[in-house]
């Protein structure tokens, strides 16, 4: 992992329950197809250090697509069709944003770059299988990483998007953090509050009202 993530979460990744998670995952590897491709299940946390964390924007399981995972909750490789929960996202950012320019592929590098952890879950999955590395230790985790980031830092902004991702609100103090929700951005429930959520152009109030650089969520073409 990134070092500062290092210093702030290594020691859980010898606990036996990784152990465990790591010999399930060597098999897996070797006897499946599994995303994302290993050398970028920890991309999230080589793309926004710990010391930059701004925003957490929480996903769930990585896409189960060719192709699609490269270890950003929400964001797919540039050469592969943008997922409609995406294309609901960049839609709610055109709301905030009247001047976003929809980019051509869903790449989010660039929000991670710039202090926006996109992390799922659950950090691997079997092709076409939704779900199938759930409860083997990723959400043991994750919960782990999201409590860290309670404890050790201030008024960072987590945006919370569907009923899995609002459970895991009892993890974060709500005195030094905050909190924003709303449905998930998926086809299923975005009508129902998530394309007009604007949590994005919130997002950017509470870090201008902490003294803080705002995120520029334009996505370069």
């Given at each position: 992992m990134e070092k500062s993530w290092e210093k702030a979460v290594g020691i859980e990744l010898h606990k036996p329950y990784m152990k465990?998670?790591?010999?399930?995952?060597?098999?897996?590897?070797?006897?499946?197809?599994?995303?994302p491709p290993a050398k970028q299940i920890f991309q999230a946390f080589d793309k926004t250090p710990f010391d930059e964390i701004k925003v957490v924007i929480l996903g769930q399981d990585p896409y189960h697509r060719k192709g699609q995972a490269h270890g950003l909750a929400f964001s797919v490789q540039k050469n592969v069709q943008i997922p409609p929960s995406l294309r609901n996202i960049y839609l709610a950012i055109k709301n905030d944003y009247p001047d976003f320019i929809t980019p051509p592929?869903?790449?989010?590098?660039?929000?991670a770059e710039q202090g926006v952890l996109l992390l799922n879950t659950v950090l691997t999955v079997r092709e076409g299988q939704a779900g199938s590395h759930h409860h083997r230790g990723w959400e043991?985790?994750?919960d782990r990483i999201i409590q860290t980031i309670s404890d050790k830092k201030e008024k960072v902004i987590f945006l919370l998007w569907g009923s899995p991702a609002k459970r895991k609100e009892i993890l974060i103090d709500t005195t030094k953090h905050y909190i924003l929700k709303s449905v998930h951005p998926s086809p299923l429930s975005a009508y129902r509050g998530f394309l007009d959520c604007h949590h994005f152009k919130k997002s950017n109030e509470i870090l201008s009202e902490n003294g803080q650089v705002i995120i520029d969520w334009q996505i370069p073409i």
């Open positions: 465990e998670l790591k010999i399930f995952l060597q098999k897996e590897y070797k006897t499946n197809l599994i995303f592929h869903g790449n989010l590098s660039s929000w043991q985790f994750t």
